[in-house]
């Protein structure tokens, strides 16, 4: 104000009028109270008085600088601000910058004006798009890039300007505010205050998505903001406007890898928040920057190495209670462990699972921190060896099931919670904790069922019941218990025609629970898992993954004969199961299964006859054996399986002549039977049925029967089963 003074003290005599005119506003900038400011307003139109004056003698140095002082002495009172505004004020102090661009004082005082009158919101916009006031702003800044004071009044300005919404885009691309403000910060980077303000104004700048690129590619804003936290580590405000700003520019794609690789972005952001670590909104807006930075996958390591994950940690515990903080943190686990490399260190080095658990408990009503966490955990747990420390250690599988409780009709907590204990329960060693103590199986199955539509939830149930049935101990539990049986049936009800992995993951399941003896009735006769995989194996047939399980599922259901006929008759499972031979006659673990299975199904006497005539049992069976004479295991079961549908008379003469039965039990002998105990049973089992009909012996002496028999015979002369089957088909032969 004296500086002002001094300056309309000596252009007196230059001229009475713009003394006077001067002298007047003078006056105003004497008003010391609120309410006086107000007054001349409000009463005696001061507000007319400094814009006339300004728009008349604005060209004469004191003038404008009088005016300045005035308007910003009157501003301070808030209730001036839009009144001042609407008579004209910013287009006067807009027209004086101009009019006295080379003059330093007026930069400064105008850019204080501005700011003054960007305090109310309303005023922000007509300032930047009547008054050009981002443009007035720029300009100055430019024309005295080295005066630290323009610099600190113009980011000011620019800071209010920009907290309007509808100014923020024109003043990176018509004004060039992001350029300034960047210059500004570089040429004054040991200034605390132009720290703080640009800082301020680039959180602004960058909330519309249209300005992220501008900023960073263009204004190098990223690397502005990096080099102000380094230079005002200790400074709190640089630090809450520097992570806020990187964290909306990091929401663009694009900006990622240059924010962290040339910017340093990461590190910038790690430090703060190890600086300023009880700050909760550093925190929030820290995590939520190494959110965005870590969603581009090329950052993921580097971030990792910078310390981001730590970071996190230190920040979800000292603000265990802010949900902001732990969505955030979770979100950067998710995205860090989406790097393969970074796994195994987060859980065991960083603690990133305890911190994941810890928020979820904190804030288990929460259901964008539970949804969150479990997809966190669920990426940690893509590494097989953080299963065992995330279920054992850190209580995941508890905290997940609690979540899926307690958000029972959320389906993104379903699917994220599904998917995270499909994880977790890949190691042997959690499943019988998953289901003994962390209720992880009627979690699933009440997803399951309350998302019955949903093809995810559905994948990652039977996924994860097809791990926890592979533990003896969990099998019964799981059929009895929590109705797992019934669930996988409904899942590939609903979806195991569409969904491949459905219908492969459902089948594993049911084959698995089929293992327990105990089960096999009621999941056939109560859950209908026959039709349930015969269905799939109708829908999938050309997939050879879901052909293997669908047969395995239906051996070990057969294992239990009274499930035989049900299977056959009101299954179809024989047909299912030689269509799949079929199409996948080239593969072993087909021929094996499918093989299997027909001589479970066949055991029954009432399914001998149509397996062969209706279904074509007895060449699916002939036609593996040839396929895979090597293969111990099919010449085993495909031997059992003709023994079992010679039993049947009217099988035996079909089976010899049309199907070359004969002749595949004979190769398998040769193959197999001197050195497989089992194959020559069930070989020689097999010639005896057939030569229960005479009209077979013919044939199969002329392939050298008699000569196959004696060679097993010698080789397992001991047991007294190879002993009766030998002699009695080498008795028949001879006859």
């Known amino acids: 104000m004296a500086a002002t003074a001094a300056v309309i003290m000596a252009a007196m005599a230059a001229s009475s009028e713009v003394t006077a005119r001067a002298a007047t506003l003078l006056v105003m900038c004497g008003a010391k109270t609120e309410a006086s400011r107000v007054a001349l307003v409000r009463n005696r139109g001061a507000d007319r008085v400094v814009v006339e004056t300004m728009a008349a003698h604005g060209g004469h140095l004191v003038v404008a600088l009088a005016g300045c002082s005035a308007l910003r002495n009157l501003l301070t009172a808030a209730s001036n601000r839009v009144p001042l505004v609407r008579a004209g004020a910013g287009r006067a102090v807009v027209a004086a910058m101009a009019a006295h661009a080379g003059a330093a004082k007026v930069a400064r005082s105008g850019c204080v004006t501005?700011?003054?009158?960007?305090?109310?919101?309303?005023?922000?916009?007509?300032l930047v798009r009547d008054a050009r006031a981002g443009a007035a702003v720029v300009a100055v800044m430019a024309a005295?890039?080295?005066?630290?004071?323009?610099?600190?009044?113009?980011?000011?300005?620019?800071?209010?300007?920009?907290?309007?919404?509808?100014?923020?885009?024109?003043?990176?691309?018509?004004?060039?505010?992001?350029?300034?403000?960047?210059?500004?910060?570089?040429?004054?980077?040991?200034?605390?205050?132009?720290?703080?303000?640009?800082?301020?104004?680039?959180?602004?700048?960058?909330?519309?998505?249209?300005?992220?690129?501008?900023?960073?590619?263009?204004?190098?804003a990223g690397r502005a903001l990096v080099a102000a936290m380094a230079a005002h580590a200790g400074e709190v405000d640089v630090a809450r406007s520097g992570c806020a700003a990187l964290m909306l520019m990091a929401v663009e794609p694009t900006n990622g890898v240059p924010l962290v690789r040339d910017a340093g972005a990461g590190r910038a952001v790690v430090a703060a928040m190890a600086a300023h670590g009880g700050d909760v909104e550093v925190a929030r807006g820290g995590s939520r920057a190494l959110w965005n930075l870590s969603v581009t996958g090329d950052n993921c390591v580097p971030l990792m190495l910078a310390g981001a994950a730590r970071a996190v940690v230190a920040a979800m515990a000292a603000h265990r209670g802010d949900a902001v903080v732990a969505v955030a943190g979770n979100r950067v686990f998710r995205n860090l462990a989406g790097a393969a490399t970074n796994r195994v260190a987060l859980v065991r080095d960083v603690g990133a699972g305890r911190a994941v658990v810890a928020a979820m408990a904190a804030h288990t009503d929460d259901v964008l921190v539970v949804c969150t966490g479990c997809t966190a955990l669920m990426w940690m747990a893509e590494e097989p060896t953080n299963c065992v420390p995330l279920v054992r250690d850190t209580s995941a599988g508890v905290i997940v099931v609690a979540a899926m409780a307690a958000h029972a009709g959320n389906v993104e907590v379903a699917h994220a919670g599904s998917h995270a204990l499909w994880n977790l329960s890949a190691p042997a060693d959690n499943h019988v904790p998953l289901v003994r103590d962390a209720g992880a199986a009627h979690a699933v199955v009440a997803a399951m069922a309350a998302h019955g539509d949903n093809a995810s939830v559905a994948r990652a149930g039977c996924n994860m019941l097809w791990n926890l049935s592979e533990a003896a101990d969990n099998r019964v539990p799981l059929a009895r218990d929590a109705e797992a049986g019934r669930a996988v049936v409904a899942a590939m009800a609903a979806h195991a025609s569409d969904n491949r992995d459905v219908a492969r993951a459902?089948?594993?399941?049911?084959?698995?629970?089929?293992?327990?003896?105990?089960?096999?009735?009621?999941?056939?006769?109560?859950?209908?898992?026959?039709?349930?995989?015969?269905?799939?194996?109708?829908?999938?047939?050309?997939?050879?993954?879901?052909?293997?399980?669908?047969?395995?599922?239906?051996?070990?259901?057969?294992?239990?004969?009274?499930?035989?006929?049900?299977?056959?008759?009101?299954?179809?499972?024989?047909?299912?199961?030689?269509?799949?031979?079929?199409?996948?006659?080239?593969?072993?673990?087909?021929?094996?299964?499918?093989?299997?299975?027909?001589?479970n199904l066949s055991a029954?006497?009432?399914?001998?006859?149509?397996?062969?005539?209706?279904?074509?049992?007895?060449?699916?069976?002939?036609?593996?054996?040839?396929?895979h004479g090597e293969n111990v295991e099919v010449?085993?079961?495909?031997?059992?399986?003709?023994?079992?549908?010679?039993?049947?008379?009217?099988?035996?003469?079909?089976?010899?002549?049309?199907?070359?039965?004969?002749?595949?039990?004979?190769?398998?002998?040769?193959?197999?039977?001197?050195?497989d105990l089992e194959v020559a049973v069930a070989g020689c089992g097999a010639l005896c049925g057939m030569l229960d009909d005479a009209g077979n012996k013919p044939a199969l002496s002329a392939a050298g029967a008699a000569v196959v028999v004696e060679a097993c015979l010698a080789a397992h002369s001991a047991d007294d089963r190879m002993s009766v089957l030998a002699s009695d088909a080498l008795a028949r032969l001879s006859e």
């Open 144 to 220: 005295h890039a080295g005066d630290v004071g323009v610099a600190g009044a113009g980011l000011r300005a620019l800071w209010n300007l920009s907290a309007a919404g509808d100014n923020q885009v024109p003043l990176v691309r018509d004004a060039g505010a992001a350029r300034a403000v960047v210059a500004a910060m570089t040429a004054h980077a040991g200034d605390a205050e132009v720290a703080r303000a640009g800082s301020r104004a680039l959180w602004n700048l960058a909330v519309p998505v249209d300005n992220h690129i501008p900023l960073v590619q263009d204004a190098s």
């Open 635 to 675: 010449a085993r079961a495909g031997c059992s399986a003709l023994r079992n549908m010679v039993a049947a008379a009217d099988n035996r003469v079909p089976l010899v002549r049309d199907a070359g039965a004969g002749a595949a039990v004979l190769a398998a002998l040769m193959a197999h039977g001197h050195a």
């Open 506 to 599: 459902g089948c594993g399941a049911l084959r698995n629970l089929a293992v327990a003896a105990d089960n096999r009735v009621p999941l056939v006769r109560d859950a209908g898992a026959g039709r349930a995989v015969v269905a799939a194996l109708a829908a999938h047939t050309d997939n050879v993954e879901v052909a293997r399980a669908g047969c395995t599922a239906l051996v070990w259901m057969a294992e239990e004969l009274a499930n035989c006929v049900p299977l056959e008759r009101d299954a179809g499972a024989g047909f299912a199961v030689v269509a799949v031979m079929a199409v996948h006659g080239g593969d072993a673990g087909v021929a094996v299964a499918g093989s299997r299975a027909l001589w």
């Open 604 to 627: 029954a006497a009432d399914n001998q006859v149509p397996l062969v005539r209706d279904a074509g049992a007895g060449h699916a069976v002939v036609a593996a054996m040839a396929a």
């Open 114 to 126: 501005l700011m003054w009158m960007a305090e109310e919101i309303s005023n922000c916009v007509p």
